[in-house]
């Protein structure tokens, strides 16, 4: 079993920066990827980012390219997304997600955090 934690998050105004966070614990030796989602009210949930756990590999929705980025501290198994010039259109429930090696997609989920950008 893994488990995600996520924290960060919030309300910021359009063009400013936030950061969310998402701890894992557990059987973190069985990952493969994490990932980032969102879900916005009235819409599917959708891709943002994701990162291998090992060989550090990442790739972003053509949506945050160039405005998201993602980190992790090792030490902490703990990964980070930093987005900066949010735009009100980034308002979501943010999900960090975990996919081990014995599976074909994202098989272990955070709780989401609410990120709300104003205009």
């Known amino acids: 079993q893994v488990q995600l934690v996520e924290s960060g998050g919030g309300l910021v105004q359009a063009g400013g920066s936030l950061r969310v966070s998402c701890t894992a614990s557990?059987?973190?030796?069985?990952?493969?990827?994490m990932g980032w989602f969102r879900q916005a009210p009235g819409k599917e949930r959708e891709f943002v980012a994701q990162?291998?756990?090992?060989?550090?590999?990442?790739n972003y929705a053509d949506s945050v390219k160039g405005r998201f980025t993602i980190s992790r501290d090792n030490a902490k198994n703990t990964d980070y997304l930093q987005m900066n010039r949010l735009k009100p259109e980034d308002t979501a429930v943010y999900y960090c997600?975990?996919?081990?090696?014995?599976?074909?997609?994202?098989?272990?989920w955070g709780q989401g955090t609410q990120v709300t950008v104003s205009s």
């Open positions: 997600a975990a996919r081990t090696t014995s599976s074909s997609e994202y098989n272990y």
């Open positions: 557990g059987r973190t030796f069985s990952i493969y990827l």
């Open positions: 990162a291998t756990w090992n060989a550090w590999s990442t």
